[in-house]
C-alpha cells in the first residue's frame, strides 16, 4: 500500500529556511526516484528535486545551492531542507515517488511520477 504525507510547511520570512518532511510507504525496495514539487498560484506544478534510490540528487537550476533534498530509507522518509528562501518559493509542496523499471534508469527532476502525497503549504513573505 503506497502511501506519502507532507509535514512541515509554515510561513517563514525570506531568507529564512524550513525543512520539509514526507513519510513514505510502500517504496521500501527499490529501484524508485522520490521527488519534491510545488505549485505556485496560477502556476503549473514544477519538478524541484529528486532522489534515486541509490541517492544521488537533481535539481531545478532555480534552487541549486539553496535545498537540499535526502531520504532515510531506515525510517521511511524523504526531506526536503529548504535554505536561503525566497517569496518566489511560495507554494503548495508536494512529496511523490514512482517506481523504475530498471537500476539504471535515471531520475529526471520534472518527470511526472505514480504516486503523490496531498501536499504541505509553504509560503515566504
Known amino acids: 500500500h503506497v502511501q506519502l504525507v507532507e509535514s512541515g510547511g509554515g510561513l517563514v520570512q525570506a531568507r529564512g529556511s524550513l525543512r520539509l518532511s514526507c513519510a513514505v510507504s510502500?517504496?521500501?525496495?527499490?529501484?524508485?526516484?522520490m521527488y519534491w514539487f510545488r505549485q505556485a498560484p496560477g502556476k503549473e506544478r514544477e519538478g524541484v528535486a529528486t532522489i534515486h534510490s541509490d541517492g544521488s540528487t537533481k535539481y531545478a537550476d532555480s534552487v541549486k545551492g539553496r535545498f537540499t533534498i535526502s531520504k532515510d530509507s531506515a525510517k521511511d522518509a524523504l526531506y526536503l531542507q529548504m535554505n536561503s528562501l525566497k517569496p518566489e518559493d511560495t507554494g503548495m509542496y508536494y512529496c511523490?515517488?514512482?517506481?523504475?523499471?530498471?537500476?539504471?534508469?535515471?531520475?529526471?527532476?520534472?518527470?511526472?511520477?505514480?504516486?503523490w502525497g496531498q501536499g504541505t503549504q509553504v509560503t515566504v513573505s
Open positions: 511523490a515517488a514512482g517506481p523504475l523499471a530498471r537500476r539504471d534508469f535515471v531520475c529526471t527532476v520534472n518527470r511526472r511520477p505514480r504516486d
Open positions: 510502500g517504496y521500501t525496495y527499490g529501484p524508485y526516484c
